[in-house]
Nanobody, 116 residues
Framework: QVQLVESGGGLVQAGGSLRLSCAVS????????MDWHRQAPGKERELVAR???????NYADSVKGRFTNSRDNAKNTVYLQMNSLKPEDTAVYYC??????????WGQGTQVTVSS
């Protein structure tokens, strides 16, 4: 089985920074795209950032220039560096990875709260 463990969420003031991590373990032969999604109360889950196996990234317009998605393939870990945080970034953040080019797995979610 494949497990995803997220860490790094918390409470921060507006303008502050947080770094999320998502470590993948288990029976893995290959990891493709690694995503970060978020879901705010009363809203649908949305894609925030994606990084492909080749290292190409794309971001939601709302976070461009503030968030940076990166991965360490040797550690099977994806990171989301979040700078200049805003209250509207408050949400539960989930990582999602594609394994063996076919299966999608989700992390348990980590709460990010940005106070004004």
């Amino acid at each position: 089985q494949v497990q995803l463990v997220e860490s790094g969420g918390g409470l921060v003031q507006a303008g502050g920074s947080l770094r999320l991590s998502c470590a993948v373990s288990g029976r893995i032969f290959s990891i493709g795209a690694m995503d970060w999604h978020r879901q705010a109360p009363g809203k649908e889950r949305e894609l925030v950032a994606r990084i492909t196996s080749a290292g190409f990234t794309n971001y939601a317009d709302s976070v461009k220039g503030r968030f940076t998605n990166s991965r360490d393939n040797a550690k099977n870990t994806v990171y989301l560096q979040m700078n200049s945080l805003k209250p509207e970034d408050t949400a539960v953040y989930y990582c999602k990875v594609r394994v063996q080019n076919f299966y999608d797995y989700w992390g348990q979610g980590t709460q990010v709260t940005v106070s004004s």
